[in-house]
Nanobody
Framework: QVQLVESGGGLVQAGGSLRLSCTASGRTSFRVSDMAWFRQVPGKERAFVAVVRGSGGSSVYADSVKGRFTISRDNAKNTVYLQMNSLEPEDTAVYYC????????????????????WGQGTQVAVST
């Protein structure tokens, strides 16, 4: 049974930084899987933040976080990270990591429906 455990959320002032981690278990390897971060605020749908490809390791970002957030992965540890800098109050949300079964086609990377496994979420709050 695949499990994802997230950590690293918290309360930070605007302009500050946080680093989220998500570790996957229950499968020998997740090397071919795409690993992504989404976020959700109350009353809104879950929104794509960033993804790092299993095949080749390239990354894709939502426009709202480009230049501020960096996604990375450590395949030896089955872990994906999200380094968040220059945080803004608008970044306040519950952040979820999602992992696909296999490599997704480019056009499906931002759609949460294509990620099979999800973590429990970690709260990020950015104060003014």
């Amino acid at each position: 049974q695949v499990q994802l455990v997230e950590s690293g959320g918290g309360l930070v002032q605007a302009g500050g930084s946080l680093r989220l981690s998500c570790t996957a278990s229950g499968r020998t390897s997740f090397r071919v899987s795409d690993m992504a971060w989404f976020r959700q605020v109350p009353g809104k749908e879950r929104a794509f933040v960033a993804v790092v490809r299993g095949s080749g390791g390239s990354s894709v970002y939502a426009d709202s976080v480009k230049g501020r957030f960096t996604i990375s992965r450590d395949n030896a540890k089955n872990t994906v990270y999200l380094q968040m800098n220059s945080l803004e109050p608008e970044d306040t949300a519950v952040y979820y990591c999602g992992v696909s079964n296999n490599s997704l086609i480019l056009g499906r990377l931002g759609d949460g429906e294509n990620y099979v496994y999800w973590g429990q979420g970690t709260q990020v709050a950015v104060s003014t």
